[in-house]
């Protein structure tokens, strides 16, 4: 396999709820969600089901042929989605759903530009990197797409500055996840959302991270009661199996005419199975509420964390999103934490990140932060090595 990916020295065989084990049987608490895609929890039984059932009845149909599974799931999304997000663009992945927002906002406006945040992340293939802050990620592969500028996060003087008469949208995270898990200043969104109604541009939210019920709302933007033009979903929607999903008002997405827009696998009846029984858990196990209560408790442990330990600066985040800053680079503490059984993403060299399933228990909450506690404690106390840091994945 193309070595990209910053590898983490474990075999993962078997997942269940919000356990994984390796090959040799070993146990380990996933704080990672496989970065967010696991919201249901792993081989959660109704997905599972969905997934047998549909395998045995048809795995592929063309978006060019109707299919009752693809229907099913498309009258799930719009009955729980805000009722100006009514039509929907089937893909695989996060990546995928940006494109399609970046086309769209190209086709519907009839403009080039596109304003961007500093830090943010939304994918790797060419339209998403050119929207993608990080230089460790575009240099390689300049040039990219022209017509795109970068401004400060939760800046709305410079974005004021920098919208034109070339300018299609603004896209954003409404928190941003790779970067560092940053939540913007009070207010933003809706003022973001004022902005690009008086400038008569679109707002594109990028949800890839923050939705499906990660920060204890279907969509991160219900929090601060905002409704984008474009949004994008992917991760957990499908239970872990590959989707992606761009939603808009009818009139944007309808500037797309047929064949202007396509993907072989988009609307793939075993990923829109997968998916129906996704939300469906969602709504019946209260899966939105689980994230407030078990974030707000997951937050309040590493806040306790952080008044014991001084090398933890801040603990920030919403519902299941939690990032947690140190002073120091935290790829020993990931290892440590590996090491006895606890699996937890890094966001940047100094932050530690945690997308757990939902379902995530007390219980684990708490082995969760006993292990933290040790090692961090270690790291304090000079026993435990700083390693060099590694290539983000
Ligand atoms: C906010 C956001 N947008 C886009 C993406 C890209 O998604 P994918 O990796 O499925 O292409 C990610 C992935 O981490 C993300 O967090």
Same mark, same amino acid.
């Given at each position: 396999m193309a070595n990209v990916y910053a590898k983490r020295p474990v075999v993962i065989v078997k997942g269940k709820a919000d356990l994984l084990w390796d090959q040799n049987g070993k146990e380990y608490i996933d704080c990672t969600g496989s970065y967010g895609s696991c919201v249901v929890g792993y081989c959660h039984p109704r997905v599972v089901e969905a997934i047998k059932n549909q395998s045995e009845k048809l795995t592929s149909c063309h978006v060019s042929m109707y299919n009752d599974s693809r229907s099913e799931l498309l009258q799930r999304i719009i009955r729980i989605a =805000?009722?100006? !997000? +009514?039509k929907v663009f089937l893909s695989n992945s996060g990546a995928e759903a940006v494109e399609c927002a970046l086309k769209l906002a190209r086709k519907y406006t009839g403009k080039k530009e596109i304003v961007a945040m500093m830090? @943010? *992340?939304? #994918?790797?293939t060419f339209g998403s990197l050119s929207a993608t802050w990080d230089r460790k990620y575009r240099d390689p592969f300049l =040039? !990219?797409? =022209? #017509?795109i500028r970068h401004v400060p996060y939760g800046n709305m003087e410079r974005l004021r500055e920098n919208i034109n008469f070339e300018t299609a949208a603004v896209i954003a995270e409404p928190i941003q996840g790779e970067s560092g898990v940053k939540v913007p200043p009070e207010g933003f969104l809706k003022q973001l959302r004022e902005l690009c109604d008086e400038k008569e541009i679109l707002l594109i939210l990028d +949800? &890839?991270?923050? $939705? %499906?019920?990660?920060? $204890?709302? !279907? %969509? @991160?933007f219900q929090h601060w009661d905002v409704v984008p033009d474009i949004t994008c979903l992917a991760k957990g929607v499908a239970g872990g199996i590959p989707i992606g999903l761009t939603l808009s008002r009818n009139e944007i997405m309808s500037s797309l005419k047929v064949g202007e827009h396509s993907t072989? *696998? #988009? #609307?793939n009846p075993l990923a829109c199975a997968a998916a129906t029984a996704s939300i469906e858990v969602l709504e019946e196990e209260n899966l939105l509420e689980k994230a407030r209560l078990q974030g707000d408790y997951f937050t309040s442990r590493l806040n306790q964390l952080k008044d014991k330990h001084k090398v933890t600066r801040e603990v920030r985040g919403l519902g299941l999103m939690i990032g947690v800053e140190t002073r120091f680079e935290v790829l020993d503490i990931i290892l440590g934490s590996i090491e006895r059984g606890v699996l937890i993403l890094d966001a940047g060299r100094n932050v530690l990140r945690f997308l757990p399933p !939902?379902? &995530?228990t007390r219980e684990h909450i708490d082995r969760t932060i006993q292990v933290l506690d040790e090692i961090i404690g270690e790291k304090e106390s000079g026993r435990l090595p700083n390693k060099p840091p590694e290539k983000n994945a």
């Open positions: =805000p009722k100006n !997000l +009514e830090g @943010a *992340y939304h #994918g790797k =040039p !990219l797409l =022209p #017509g +949800e &890839i991270q923050t $939705g %499906f019920g990660r920060t $204890g709302m !279907l %969509f @991160a072989t *696998y #988009g #609307g !939902l379902v &995530i």
